[in-house]
């Protein structure tokens, strides 16, 4: 059976890896960007643009004394409701509040983090193009293009007063948006409702019951599973390597993730259970694709911020080394 996860907050994100190094310019955004996302009150609309495809939702991001509180709903299609209160993550079912991993949601926008400064200074080359108005504010403007082929270009928007990401765009070929994050509504600072975080109280937010998913009972155990992949885009390092449960699944699967500061690569790795459906196969949600591959007698799967032929070069050069 294929890995059915979806393709969006697939790649598990850990926390910003900020050095303390002097930074050249347009590199210094992403550190002001990377404190803004958790400092900084706000709450807004944004929206999420892909290929023909466009979702609208809204947020509400306070910081009282270092403790987070956001809640993050959809405005169009079923309702969706995401919740994050001191590193814990809920999300909002039917009549249920669901506790989901605490690394689920930590990676989104507006709060895009570079995990690895150093990496990315080696691979992408930064330019400050202006400043542009978003959402009524004015941003810095700074694209991040590649050295190679085999990642996309990053155009991000960031407000010149409190740091905070108001716009990110990845582009493909020929500067093709291939997807798009943006605010159309944004409140800053004192502006913000904060009675909401104030009396953030999980068991009576809904009135409704609380429910745990196996994967958010405990942590998921690291794991040195022997599988390498030779043909990794220079600058991605391995952050985990972690063996967790997957819905429908009678076992743990391996997970490795790899990022290159922007952005990020898991395998997984499962015994292939001779599905009629296990076939090599590509799909594709804005920027993240997913990439099915039978070797021996495990399934492959490639996920990445990155672009097809980068997830099937990958994915072609996954082996076992052995332990």
């Known amino acids: 059976m294929r890995l059915c996860v979806p393709l969006c907050g697939l790649l598990l994100a850990v926390s910003a890896n900020l050095h303390a190094e002097e930074l050249p310019v347009g590199f210094d955004w992403l550190e ?12 807004g609309v944004f929206v999420y643009q892909f290929g023909n495809q466009v979702e609208t939702s809204s947020i509400v991001h306070i910081n009282d004394a270092d403790r987070e ?6 405005l169009d299609g079923p309702k969706r409701e995401l919740i994050r209160h001191d590193g814990q993550v809920w999300s909002y079912d039917h009549d249920k509040l669901v506790q989901l991993d605490s690394r689920q949601g ?4 507006p709060s895009l983090l570079p995990e690895q400064l150093s ?20 941003a810095q403007v700074i694209l991040f293009q590649p050295k190679d082929n085999l990642r996309y270009t990053h155009k991000l928007w960031i407000h010149t007063d ?4 108001l716009k990110a765009a990845v582009l493909g070929e020929r500067n093709r948006i291939v997807e798009q994050y943006a605010f159309t509504q944004l409140q800053l600072g004192g502006k913000v409702d904060r009675s909401w975080g104030g009396t953030c109280d999980l068991a009576d937010m809904h009135g409704k019951t609380l429910a745990t998913t196996p994967e958010a009972a405990k ?28 819905p429908g699944k009678h076992g743990p699967v391996t997970q490795i993730v790899y990022s290159d500061g922007l952005s990020a690569i898991s395998i997984f790795i499962e015994p292939d259970d001779h599905d009629e459906d296990d076939v090599d196969g590509l799909s594709s949600r804005g920027a993240v694709n997913l990439y099915h591959k039978v070797l ?28």
């Open 32 to 43: 002001v960007a990377a404190f803004a996302g958790h400092q900084t009150d706000y709450s």
């Open 106 to 109: 930590s990676n989104q926008f």
């Open 162 to 165: 409190t740091g905070l990401l």
């Open 119 to 138: 990496a990315l200074k080696a691979n992408y080359q930064a330019k400050l193009l202006g400043v542009e108005r978003v959402a009524g504010y004015n």
């Open 219 to 246: 942590n998921y155990p690291s794991t040195n599973s022997g599988w390498v992949a030779d043909a990794l885009p220079a600058g991605f390092n391995k952050i985990m390597e972690i063996l967790r449960p997957m």
């Open 69 to 74: 509180y956001e809640k993050l709903e959809s």
């Open 296 to 323: 021996d007698q495990y399934l492959i799967t490639i996920v990445g911020e990155v672009p097809p032929h980068t997830v099937m070069q990958v994915a072609d050069s996954v082996r076992y080394n052995g332990k």
